[in-house]
T-cell receptor
Framework: SQQGEEDPQALSIQEGENATMNCSYK?????LQWYRQNSGRGLVHLIL?????REKHSGRLRVTLDTSKKSSSLLITASRAADTASYFCATLRDDKIIFGKGTRLHILP | EADIYQTPRYLVIGTGKKITLECSQTMGHDKMYWYQQDPGMELHLIHY???????EKGDLSSESTVSRIRTEHFPLTLESARPSHTSQYLCASRGGSGLGYTFGSGTRLTVV
């Protein structure tokens, strides 16, 4: 079964708005990672947050982690057309990274 | 810039053919992985390796095989391709603990 589950499955917002995606997981983790995948391409590592961290920033990205709720969120501020992609959360289990099903984000012009 | 390379980028091949998907990385990573992904769907781990001469099957059963004779090279082979093998195959590598994956651009395989 999947370790991570993203929510929502798909999201369409206007350019300039903020996009928030959530991820829930089942077992204890060492870290949680977010990846972006443009259509038909490989995944790009965006950000990693360790289990002892609560929030992390990278440019327009903000990630939060709540280990008591086993959940994480990815916020993209001031969205751009180039942010259109699928976003996956991933957790480390037995030295293997397990991916969720992803959120498909579409930025409308 | 990606330091992990997959070839070919696209492959259309007939049923029954033997194929090898290439994956090479220049980062000296010990850990390498193959994922299978249908369009718009989740990634499934099919093979992984922790170093030379180490290969393991992943969570999703696959008829493909892999080898790891050199650190930088992790090819995936299908002895007899079938239409059910049509998918995208993504190769990735990872450095030490606490680091994310670096992915290749993928090979989109179509078996007709």
């Amino acid at each position: 079964s999947q370790q991570g589950e993203e929510d929502p499955q798909a999201l369409s917002i206007q350019e300039g708005e903020n996009a928030t995606m959530n991820c829930s997981y089942k077992t204890s983790i060492n870290n949680l990672q977010w990846y972006r995948q443009n259509s038909g391409r490989g995944l790009v590592h965006l950000i990693l947050i360790r289990s002892n961290e609560r929030e992390k920033h990278s440019g327009r990205l903000r990630v939060t982690l709540d280990t008591s709720k086993k959940s994480s969120s990815l916020l993209i501020t001031a969205s751009r057309a180039a942010d259109t992609a699928s976003y996956f959360c991933a957790t480390l289990r037995d030295d293997k990274i397990i991916f969720g099903k992803g959120t498909r984000l579409h930025i409308l012009p | 810039e990606a330091d992990i390379y997959q070839t070919p980028r696209y492959l259309v091949i007939g049923t029954g053919k033997k194929i090898t998907l290439e994956c090479s990385q220049t980062m000296g990573h010990d850990k390498m992985y193959w994922y299978q992904q249908d369009p718009g769907m989740e990634l499934h781990l099919i093979h992984y390796s922790y170093g030379v001469n180490s290969t393991e099957k992943g969570d999703l059963s696959s008829e493909s095989t892999v080898s790891r004779i050199r650190t930088e090279h992790f090819p995936l082979t299908l002895e007899s391709a079938r239409p059910s093998h049509t998918s995208q195959y993504l190769c990735a590598s990872r450095g030490g603990s606490g680091l994310g994956y670096t992915f290749g651009s993928g090979t989109r395989l179509t078996v007709v």
